[in-house]
């Protein structure tokens, strides 16, 4: 795991992203089944580039072998692929989507789904039954950022917007948002998703900004295609940003 845990993920949040792939490629070739690198060249790949044809390479290989995961709704919605999107959900029967460290429930995809059809209601639906799975949780988990995370971005999408920003200010005081380099950037990206869908923009922008200068997940390609972001995207300051940072990412 050094190349993987310690060089290609450390080099990712660089955005050093072709030393990135290089070293997943030396994990690879030490060991050929590591699944985590072959995912992770395919995110290097979609976070420098933009292009989604690797990643969707490596899950259609895991569907060949009969190991359908839930990990691809996020390559279906980058991919902005509403009908697939529900397709799979219907077809997984799954409640909630589990990819360290993220634990969301697949109502908020299925929700994000219906938005990107235009489905105003059904996302809605689909908002609310994401949101009372987050409150049970959340009475098991009271400190748990990654429900706190999911929960804002339910309230977000039902338009409640002070309690989405109650969300927002929870993760900005807690601990790994203040201290921890590696989960404060995550907790970031979370609360600038809700505060984007709440606005003004103004909060959320300043976030990005603050990604995209320091080391993070979080790139210029990836804003270009995650629908999180179509709340803002035609703010000039948020077009701005994008010109900005475009330089410092490209292939």
Do not use: C
């Not at 070293?23 to 690879?28: F, G």
């Not at 070739?29 to 290097?44: E, F, K, N, S, V």
């Not at 990819?99 to 059809?117: I, N, S, V």
């Not at 790139?219 to 999180?228: F, H, I």
């Amino acid at each position: 795991g050094l190349f993987f845990d310690q060089g290609g993920l450390t080099l990712r949040l660089l955005r050093r992203y072709g030393d990135a792939i290089a070293a997943y490629r030396r994990a690879l070739a030490l060991a050929p089944d590591l699944l985590a690198a072959r995912l992770a060249i395919g995110w290097a790949y979609a976070a420098w580039t933009g292009q989604l044809d690797t990643l969707r390479a490596v899950w259609a290989g895991m569907d060949a072998q009969g190991r359908v995961r839930a990990g691809d709704l996020n390559l279906l919605l980058l991919e902005r692929k509403p009908d697939s999107l529900l397709a799979l959900l219907a077809a997984a029967h799954l409640a909630w989507y589990e990819d360290q460290p993220f634990y969301r429930p697949t109502a908020l995809y299925a929700a994000w789904a219906h938005a990107l059809r235009g489905d105003t209601a059904a996302a809605r639906a689909s908002f609310q039954s994401a949101l009372g799975l987050l409150d049970s949780l959340l009475r098991v988990l009271p400190d748990d950022w990654r429900v706190h995370a999911a929960r804002g971005l339910a309230l977000a999408g039902l338009e409640r917007r002070a309690d989405a920003r109650r969300e927002a200010a929870w993760l900005e005081q807690s601990r790994l948002y203040r201290r921890d380099r590696s989960f404060g950037p995550l907790l970031e990206e979370e609360r600038a998703a809700m505060l984007a869908r709440t606005g003004p923009p103004d909060a959320a922008i300043q976030a990005l900004e603050r990604l995209l200068a320091e080391p993070s997940q979080l790139s210029v390609s990836l804003l270009r295609l995650d629908p999180r972001w179509d709340a803002v995207r035609n703010d000039p300051r948020f077009q701005a940003l994008l010109a900005r940072y475009t330089n410092l990412q490209k292939p």
